[in-house]
C-alpha cells in the first residue's frame, strides 16, 4: 500500500513537472511564430527604409513674464550706473533692454524640436512622420510606420 501511493506521488509529479516544463509545451505565440514564418516574407505596406531626418524647431512663445523680469532687472542694473539725469536715461534702457533680452529667454526657453523623418516604403511610396526623438533612427533604418510612430524593424 505504501510503495502504490508512492509510486503515484511519483508519477503525479513527473506529469506535473512535464506540464510545467517550457520546452514541452509550445506556447501560442510560439505555434503563431512558426506558423507565420512565411508570411514575413509577405509585403508589408508601412514599411520601409529610412531616407532623411531633418530637425524642426518650432518658436516658442512668451507670456509676457520674461520682458517684465527682465525689464526689472535691467532697470535695477541701470540705475546703478551714473548720477542725476544719467541715472535716469541709464535706467531706462536697462529696463527696456532687459525687457527685450527677458522676452528672447523666455521664447529660446518654449522652443521645442521635433524630427521629420522620411521613409521610402517598399512599396515605391513615400512617408513623412514627426517624431520627437530620433533615438534608435538613421538613414538607411528599416522602420514599420504604426500609426505616428516608427517602429524599427
Do not use: H
Not at 508519477?11 to 506558423?35: G, H, I, K, Q, Y
Not at 518650432?58 to 532697470?75: D, F, H, L, N, T
Amino acid at each position: 500500500m505504501r510503495q502504490s501511493i508512492y509510486a503515484s506521488f511519483i508519477v503525479l509529479v513527473s506529469l506535473l513537472l512535464t506540464a510545467c516544463n517550457p520546452d514541452s509545451n509550445p506556447t501560442a505565440s510560439e505555434e503563431t511564430a512558426t506558423t507565420s514564418q512565411p508570411q514575413a516574407a509577405q509585403s508589408c505596406p508601412n514599411c520601409g527604409t529610412v531616407a532623411a531626418i531633418t530637425p524642426v524647431t518650432v518658436e516658442g512663445e512668451s507670456s509676457g513674464a520674461g520682458a517684465v523680469i527682465g525689464a526689472v532687472v535691467g532697470g535695477l542694473l541701470g540705475n546703478q550706473v551714473g548720477g542725476g539725469s544719467g541715472r535716469d536715461a541709464a535706467t531706462a534702457v536697462g529696463a527696456i533692454g532687459g525687457a527685450v533680452a527677458g522676452k528672447e529667454i523666455e521664447e529660446r526657453k518654449n522652443a521645442r524640436t521635433y524630427y521629420e523623418v522620411a521613409v521610402n516604403l517598399d512599396n515605391g511610396g513615400r512617408e513623412t512622420v514627426n517624431v520627437a526623438s530620433p533615438r534608435g533612427i538613421s538613414v538607411g533604418t528599416e522602420v514599420e510606420i504604426v500609426g505616428n510612430d516608427l517602429r524599427v524593424r
